[in-house]
């Protein structure tokens, strides 16, 4: 079962998924479709934006733990999925600031692009999963966990890097280059948030405790 901090957590990662989500949106010209749409002004729906993200973070945290008090395993989904949605759009908002600045949208140079923002993701993957997600009470140095945490995250940035970097260059289909480049990257997301949540599980943070324990209460 979910806790009140939990819910707090949550709505503060949503925020920073808002703030961070801000890059991509502008690099795809989201922002200039929703004024086109609705007539919002570009300005205030990114202003509005991470507010927006803590309302649908809080729903979710709310439907992960109903769902978590029939499978408890959902518990620690639930905190996991929240974490990996922040470590994603960290990693595509860095990619898209990086992609407008130099201009790179395709080919093995944007495999190069792609690092910062994944390494920033991993970062902050690792304070997360750490004292949150797989919360262990084992009286470890902080650190414990890293070089394990850094072998699965390693190999991830090498699947994910490749899958954009491949994509991109074997693609030609007459899409938008900044559109091409954030489906490839999705792509590689999905791949690489089901290698990390198993690798995390399994060989860094691996505990003895029961799936779904409370490590950390309101």
Do not use: C
Request: hydrophobic share 55%; aromatic share 12%; proline share 4%.
């Amino acid at each position: 079962m979910l806790t009140k901090m939990d819910y707090a957590i949550g709505g503060l990662i949503g925020f920073f998924v808002g703030i961070f989500a801000i890059p991509t949106i502008i690099n795809l010209g989201v922002h200039a479709k929703v004024t086109m749409r609705f007539g919002v002004p570009p300005a205030l729906f990114l202003l509005a934006l991470p507010w927006i993200m803590v309302v649908v973070y809080l729903i979710a945290v709310r439907i992960g733990d109903k769902l978590s008090r029939k499978i408890l395993l959902f518990t620690q989904l639930t905190r996991f999925g929240a974490v990996g949605v922040l470590n994603t759009v960290i990693d595509f908002g860095v990619l898209n600031l990086l992609s407008i600045v130099t201009g790179f949208t395709a080919g093995f140079l944007i495999a190069g692009v792609n690092v910062p923002g994944f390494l920033l993701g991993a970062t902050n993957s690792y304070f997360w999963n750490k004292l949150w997600v797989f919360a262990k009470k084992d009286n470890q140095p902080f650190f414990h966990d890293l070089s394990k945490f850094a072998i699965v995250t390693i190999l991830g940035a090498v699947i994910n890097g490749g899958i954009v970097g491949g994509v991109t260059v074997l693609i030609h289909s007459g899409v938008a280059p900044a559109i091409l480049l954030n489906a490839a990257k999705a792509g590689a997301t999905i791949i690489t948030l089901v290698w990390n949540f198993v690798g995390y599980k399994l060989f860094v943070f691996r505990s003895d405790a029961p799936t779904g324990s409370e490590p950390m209460k309101s």
